[in-house]
């Protein structure tokens, strides 16, 4: 078990948001958020991974800080800095190797190893978002937490960044993603949970719930079960 | 939570050299300010020790209100300040951090507006001035101190700088008493008088909003908008 | 607040009030030197007094919100930060109008109304922020830590403010000096009275921002 929520309850003054939230993740599984919008998706993932607390309720987990990677809509970036010099202070804040030679691999692995040494603040969203993946993957975290991830971002990137995601599950991290697309999201995940004013009407697994098939051939590819 | 914080401080400062402008703006403030209070002086006139040693502290504080609006902006054009929140260091490593690259470049303004006043308001440095700068340095503590945790209180509000401005001045008005009559002695002949008191004013002021940035700024620097 | 005590308070302090009116002008004798002005000094006394005890309780009011972070904790420091600044608005100018009869000018920098005026600056500034447009519960954490802050500051700017009058030697005498017995009863009948109607006008105003937060909070409930 990597995380558990109990009777979790978030009011932002006297607004609703969530209401009475119980379940766990655990370790290499991957957990679809679904939800309409409102519904209160992002606000559990930002508690869950501590950037809120709740109201009432409280988690449990196992889990140190370090091991925990939020990837947002957010880029967590400096523009005004280099893409290594992005990764060099956050590898300092994160007690990792932060030489040239040890995050050179890392941005090679997002392909961003020729834009090294320029500045953030030219990048497109996609190598944006790469590189704050790059960041995420420094952490090697045990958790990782997934708010639309793949929003804005063009078709390569979105390649890159689930063959990562893929290598996260099959190194054993569990993943909670929130995702708007459940049609064809649903068929890789292991379980969903599904928020509907404000509450969790349905948390089994993803491929028990009664939806419409895949679309084949998806043109972003898929995760393995 | 020292490593952190200094990691933070250096990254704030590559920052603000790097930046549009920001830092240029306090400096230019704190300088204008000097040379529009010469105005009041009739041409040859030199003003009195203790005018001069309030100007100085006022171009001071006007300058890091700028300073602190600047570091704590950099935070937030791409939510790196939810990034910080989810490093494994206390949450104080940002105030201290903050605190230190603000102290930093509030001694090299300092170091611009001492010239000034030499020059615009027909100063001279006499033998007393190791406890002027004493002094200074005990009253720039307790000015970013306070600026750092009010810095972060402001944050995100449209009209930041006049807002910082309005709560910082009066809450430091001990400081200033302090530092303005502990920095006639760079500009007298003679000592001051009840040096001991007014040190005892200004590191009792520093002790205590040191302990208030460390109990409080976890209220204010959260993940919640 | 209980209504019933709230209506206690507000008899009370109406009846009290107006007993000080016959003590100030009636019982206290008139000042040798001063003569007639002497008497604003029963005014300025209680609206300082409990002006400051108007921001202690902001400052408790501040630390029991970020402890439980309960909203009522919240509105009985907005309250008494009101009450507080107009208190202090007002013992500022009873304290210029003396000091315009007594020494010529309206201001002396005097520690105490010094330290008012401070203590005025910082909650003006408080009850700004208070006024932000920001969510409920960041607006009181916000609050609540300044209102922590603000207390903190009030002894070292009256001692900062004292050592400062030290080096300045006075050149206005103290405004109490040597008060006859009926003056000092009055003055502390004064600041009793005060009192009372300082606690109504609380419990009031308290009682008003509670009931305006329910019925918002009604509107907005979605449970």
């Known amino acids: 078990m990597l995380l558990a929520l109990h009777h979790i309850t978030k009011r932002y003054g006297s607004r609703l948001i969530l209401k009475d939230i119980s379940c766990t993740i655990s370790k290499g599984e991957t957990v679809l958020l679904s939800g309409a919008n409102g519904a209160g998706k992002s606000t559990l993932l930002r508690i869950m991974a501590g950037l809120s607390q709740p109201t009432e309720g409280h988690l449990e987990t196992e889990l140190l800080p370090e091991n925990i990677g939020y990837l947002g809509h957010d880029t967590f970036l400096y523009p005004a800095l280099s893409a290594l010099d992005n990764l060099v202070f956050w590898a300092k804040l994160y007690h990792k190797p932060h030489t040239e030679a040890a995050l050179r691999p890392l941005l090679a692995r997002v392909e961003l190893e020729r834009s090294l040494h320029e500045r953030a603040g030219v990048f497109s969203r996609g190598m944006m978002q790469r590189l704050n993946l790059a960041r995420l993957l420094l952490l090697e975290p045990s958790l990782l937490l997934l708010d639309e991830p793949f929003t804005g971002l063009d078709s390569h990137s979105s390649s890159l960044l689930r063959a990562e995601i893929t290598t996260a599950v099959q190194q054993g991290a569990g993943i909670v993603w929130i995702s708007h697309d459940i049609t064809n999201d649903c068929s890789m995940a292991d379980r969903l949970l599904t928020l509907e004013r404000h509450r969790l009407v349905f948390d089994g697994s993803a491929k028990a719930a009664t939806l419409p098939p895949p679309i084949a051939s998806h043109p972003l590819g898929s995760l393995p079960s | ?225 | ?223």
């Open chain 3, 1 to 223: 607040m209980p209504h019933s005590l709230l209506l206690c308070l507000i008899w009370g302090g109406a009846l009290s009030m107006a007993a000080c009116q016959w003590l100030i002008y009636v019982y206290a004798p008139t000042e040798a030197t001063m003569g007639i002005m002497q008497k604003i000094f029963y005014t300025h006394l209680p609206l300082a007094w409990w002006a400051l005890i108007s921001f202690f309780v902001v400052f408790l009011a501040s630390i029991a919100y970020l402890r439980t972070h309960n909203i009522l904790y919240d509105l009985w420091a907005k309250a008494a930060a009101e009450i507080g600044v107009l208190l202090s608005t007002l013992a500022l100018i009873t304290g210029s109008i003396w000091a315009r009869h007594s020494w010529g000018v309206w201001w002396t920098w005097d520690p105490r109304l010094t330290t008012t005026l401070i203590m005025w600056f910082i909650y003006a500034a408080y009850l700004i922020v208070r006024n932000l447009d920001l969510p409920q519960m960041r607006r009181a954490t916000i609050c609540s830590v300044l209102g922590i802050i603000a207390f903190l500051d009030v002894p070292l700017v009256f001692l900062s403010a004292r050592l400062w009058r030290s080096i300045h030697p006075a050149v206005f005498a103290s405004k109490e000096g040597g008060l006859e017995p009926e003056m000092k009863f009055t003055a502390i009948a004064c600041v009793l009275c005060f009192g009372m109607v300082w606690l109504a006008l609380l419990g009031i105003r308290q009682k008003y921002l509670a009931q305006q937060h329910t019925v918002e909070t009604y509107c907005l409930r979605e449970e």
């Open chain 2, 1 to 225: 939570m020292m490593r952190s914080s200094l990691t933070i401080a250096l990254k704030d400062l590559r920052l603000a050299f790097a930046g549009s402008g920001g830092l240029a703006q306090a400096f230019l403030l704190g300088l204008l300010l000097i040379f529009v209070f010469s105005l009041s002086q009739d041409v040859g006139q030199r003003m009195d020790a203790q005018e001069a040693a309030a100007i100085f502290w006022l171009a001071s504080v006007f300058c890091q209100v700028l300073i602190f609006s600047m570091l704590y902006g950099l935070e937030e054009s791409h939510k790196a300040r939810l990034g910080l929140l989810l490093m494994p260091a206390p949450i104080q490593a940002v105030w201290l951090g903050k605190m230190l690259a603000g102290l930093c470049l509030l001694l090299l303004a300092q170091l611009l507006f001492l010239p000034a006043l030499i020059v615009f308001l027909g100063q001279n440095i006499y033998d007393s001035w190791p406890l002027a700068l004493l002094a200074l340095l005990l009253t720039d503590i307790g000015i970013v101190a306070l600026g750092s945790l009010l810095g972060a209180l402001a944050q995100g509000q449209a009209a930041r700088e006049s807002l910082l401005s309005i709560l910082l001045f009066p809450l430091l008005i001990p400081l200033l008493l302090a530092g303005i009559h502990l920095g006639t002695a760079c500009f007298l002949p003679e000592a001051p008088e009840n040096i001991q008191s007014w040190l005892g004013m200004a590191a009792s002021f520093d002790a205590l909003f040191l302990a208030a940035g460390i109990f409080l700024f976890s209220f204010i620097y959260t993940g919640d908008d």
